[in-house]
């Protein structure tokens, strides 16, 4: 286990501990069947966590104004359609 891996049970029973060390930073990962399950943060991390990911994620208008437009950069090809009989 690395630093700041708690197995659920340590966790439960030392949760006042998992809490101070989020609190100072230091994010506590908790261990369900020997796999990390769940993290515990403090809430300054959460909230920059959350702004980090609104700004690396931009809004659905923004992505269709970001998609290039007819003759930017786009190569345009000829299509011809054919009677194709599929009987």
């Not at 994010?27 to 069947?33: A, D, E, F, S």
Request: glycine fraction near 6%; hydrophobic fraction near 45%; avoid cysteine.
């Amino acid at each position: 286990m690395h630093k700041g891996d708690w197995q659920l049970q340590d966790a439960k029973t030392q949760f006042s501990q998992v809490v101070e060390a989020a609190m100072h930073g230091q994010p506590q990962h908790i261990t369900k069947h020997g796999k990390r399950a769940v993290v515990v943060l403090s809430e300054q991390a959460f909230d920059a966590l959350q702004r980090n990911a609104r700004v690396a994620a931009p809004g659905f208008v923004a992505h269709l104004l970001a998609m290039p437009k007819a003759g930017e950069g786009v190569e345009r090809t000829s299509i011809k359609l054919r009677d194709i009989d599929l009987a």
